[in-house]
């Protein structure tokens, strides 16, 4: 167990995409840790910045002010080149990769730190949950638009990116209608659905697509012809980026990279393209894209990654280390990093909202 009396130094980093809400929580955690008399380092580029030379940044109460209400992320983030699989060049000039994840940890001890809080999703979380294998006391903090870590009922940055898809869904209604159009908006979601499902029933889409449930084209013409029977001659289509038509693939942008996720995108596309060749109908497609990420957090997430930056530092006072925290509504807890990036969090098949969808006639393409 983590020895609370001895930390004198900590450090802080942001990994995976950036999501509104990173500096609040930042902000939070340097500010509860000098309440204790800690030192707050923080980590450039996710663990990047301890590779090779270390990169740290100084955090004082002076260096976070005015930062909560802030977009992005002040150590800035990466979403490539994991320690544990890292680009390495040889005097050959071939590029290998191999694991240097002890360099991080030898950086971490030589800098004299005591622990980590790290911010991120699962990708991330899965990296600082290997690094605690190897010793690092380290505390997590939820970080994901896609709301789909597991073991917490929210992840900061998911309301945020909902509030931008259901403005642009808002928008979206009225020119649909002025042209008697199909419109099809594709939203971030890689193996969960929730941005779709929440954006789409706020912005009162007409057809939600989501990776849980494989879609059918000919099930979407169905609601669409239904509609234009009772006299509404537009409609709106929400699909998540990571949405399968039954039997079909992932659309993707190209072959996989070493060293990166999959990139998604392009199902958007596809659907618009098959429902106009379907139904005849004039059909445009729309990608928010990383207009999910920019901005600053709306106040629900500033204020739930403020909670969850101060509980981290909680846990570490508290002696917790490989923990993640947690919300468990009324009450923030800590649960095992381990646990807590075993899985995925998808929308269950028997999710409320779902039920929800289909009382009002949205049609989830099944």
Request: one cysteine or more; hydrophobic letters at 40%; proline letters at 5%.
């Amino acid at each position: 167990m983590l020895d609370p009396s001895k930390i004198r130094r900590i450090a802080i980093n942001t990994g995976g995409g950036d999501a509104p809400g990173l500096n609040s929580v930042i902000r939070a955690a340097t500010l509860a840790a000098i309440q204790r008399g800690w030192e707050v380092f923080g980590i450039s580029h996710g663990f990047r910045g301890l590779i090779g030379e270390p990169n740290l940044m100084p955090l004082t109460r002076e260096r976070v002010r005015g930062i909560a209400h802030l977009g992005g992320s002040i150590l800035g983030t990466a979403n490539r080149d994991s320690p544990f699989d890292y680009p390495v060049r040889l005097p050959s000039g071939e590029t290998v990769r191999r694991d240097i994840s002890d360099q991080v940890v030898d950086n971490f001890r030589r800098e004299c730190l005591d622990a980590l809080i790290s911010i991120g999703g699962d990708g991330s979380l899965t990296m600082a949950q290997q690094l605690a294998q190897k010793g690092i006391p380290v505390v997590g903090v939820p970080k994901t638009i896609d709301n789909d870590l597991d073991g917490t009922l929210l992840t900061f940055g998911f309301q945020t990116a909902v509030d931008t898809a259901t403005d642009a869904i808002g928008k979206l209604h009225t020119t649909a209608e002025a042209h008697d159009r199909l419109m099809v908006v594709e939203v971030m979601g890689r193996n969960a659905g929730w941005i779709a499902l929440h954006a789409g029933l706020a912005g009162s889409a007409d057809i939600i697509l989501i990776p849980e449930i494989p879609f059918d084209l000919e099930k979407v013409c169905a609601k669409i012809r239904e509609r234009e029977e009772n006299g509404r001659h537009f409609s709106i289509v929400v699909v998540a980026e990571g949405a399968i038509p039954v039997g079909g693939t992932l659309s993707t942008l190209g072959p996989r990279e070493a060293g990166q996720a999959l990139r998604l995108g392009g199902v958007g596309l596809h659907v618009a393209n098959e429902l106009a060749r379907k139904t005849g109908k004039e059909t445009r497609s729309l990608v928010l894209g990383h207009l999910q990420r920019g901005g600053g957090p709306d106040p629900f997430d500033r204020v739930l990654a403020l909670h969850f930056g101060t509980a981290a530092i909680r846990a570490l006072a508290a002696g917790k280390s490989n923990v993640m925290v947690a919300l468990e509504p009324p009450r923030v807890k800590t649960i095992p990093l381990e646990e807590a990036t075993r899985h995925i969090r998808t929308v269950a098949l028997d999710n409320e909202l779902l039920q929800t969808a289909r009382d009002l006639g949205v049609s989830l393409g099944d």
